[in-house]
């Protein structure tokens, strides 16, 4: 059995111990400690990870009353030195902790159990037995959880040897295991048999925020981040908004409005451009539409869409030749034709150019990758049609 030290003291960084088995399982490394720091993986909480004499600790978890420690190598002395990867596991408190606030406050508010937990690296989620839960009670629910933070109210454990004896806490969730049973509290918060690491402060957990809460399988989903993950997510949200802000010249009051306002214009001033890009196609339609032999035009100044609109207009009409127009500023070339089979030419010579593309025999499509590809493959085809 391996002594867990970390369920006394969480705090405790650095350990000496000693090794009591060292196994290998294919390529795979374990050592059995005869006491540990490294919580196993558990709960809806992953891991700790650090190093044992130096090496990297690569994975932990629970086999029985034992805990394995996966290493990238066997430590060579029976005496070893263990260090926590601090800053992962006081993340994993702040997110554990705070769920466990959180979830206490939902139960005491609105009797919503919390059916599932889980620690990405990321959010963190909670399923809630709730069907809906509107904006206003998420609200009042992270308001009342950092009000816990803000009083900075104890959490204990106490260790509990039977069912019986654990009826008499006021716990939120029905228990899976019958002895030695773990019962954390958060103080006026919460309370529920946990196996995972927890402060000994609420304030340590620093700050809940909700992000969004979506239904998921009759029940509600609540994405959070709490302690350090919430304020570097603040960081970025911040500087993010602070740079929208300075791009549109706004305050924190004005600048959706003016978003909505730019969007607005932006879409009238697309939409005013399509129309100037259809007279102009139109006027240059004018000028072809009647025309008795083959039109061959490379222009400057139009994307695909206006060579699709031309192609179209003009195999509508009753325009009998061979049509041939390019974009310099897509790449691209279309063909349309009732003499020659445009599908067939582009099959044959496309390839030679780098391009990509083909059709039917009435009209052909094709891109490559520069001008000069689209400019070699337009010559060499321009013999033919
Ligand atoms: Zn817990």
Redesign the pocket.
Known sequence: MTIRIYEDDVYKKTHKTRVIECIEEGDKKFVVLEETIFFPEG?GQPCDLGKIDNIEVLDVREKGELVLHEMAAFPESDEVVCQLDWERRLDHMQQ?CGE?ILSGIIYKLYGGVNKGFHMGKDMVTVDIDLKDMSDEMLLEIERASNDVIYKNAPVTTELVHSQEEAAKFPLRKQMTVDSDIRI?QVEGADCVA?C?T?PTLAGEVGLIKIFKAEKNKGMTRIYLKCGRRAMDDFQVRHETLTEIMQLYSADLQSVKEKVKQERDKAAAVREELKQLKMAINDRWLVAHLDADKNVIEIFEDKNMDDLKYLTKKMTDSAFSQTLCVGSKQDFGVILASSTVNCGQIFKEHIQNFNGRGGGSPKMAQGSFPSEEDMMNFLNEITVLI
Do not use: E, I, T
Request: a neutral charge; proline letters at 0%.
């Open positions: 709960g554990h466990h954390v946990c995972g927890h």
